[in-house]
Nanobody
Framework: QVQLVESGGGLVQTGGSLRLSCVVSGRAFRSVAMAWFRQAPEKEREFVAVIWWSGNSAYYADSVKGRFTISRDNAKDTVYLQMNSLKPEDTAVYYC??????????????????WGQGTQVTVSS
């Protein structure tokens, strides 16, 4: 069984920064890609960023491009999301997820096999 555990959420003022972490354990499952999604109250869960365990590619939602950075530490089986210049509209529960295959439509929720429990990020105005 694969487990993903997020941490690093919290309350921050507009313009502030947070770094989220996601540790992957139980790697009998061959994880190929790691992504962050978020879900605000009464909204659908939306794609934020994706990175692959190999190579240097990473992709972002337009709403976070230039402010958020996804990175990985293969030795620690950990993925990070550095969030800068936070805005109130970034307030949401942030989830990490993993996929066992490469998909070109990586922004789709159904491309991911396992999900973490989520961590709350609140940005005050």
């Amino acid at each position: 069984q694969v487990q993903l555990v997020e941490s690093g959420g919290g309350l921050v003022q507009t313009g502030g920064s947070l770094r989220l972490s996601c540790v992957v354990s139980g790697r009998a499952f061959r994880s190929v890609a790691m992504a962050w999604f978020r879900q605000a109250p009464e909204k659908e869960r939306e794609f934020v960023a994706v990175i692959w365990w190999s190579g240097n590619s990473a992709y972002y939602a337009d709403s976070v491009k230039g402010r958020f950075t996804i990175s990985r530490d293969n030795a620690k089986d950990t993925v990070y999301l550095q969030m800068n210049s936070l805005k109130p509209e970034d307030t949401a529960v942030y989830y990490c997820a993993t996929s066992g295959r490469y998909y070109s439509d990586y922004w789709r929720r159904d491309r991911y096999n396992y999900w973490g429990q989520g961590t709350q990020v609140t940005v005050s105005s």
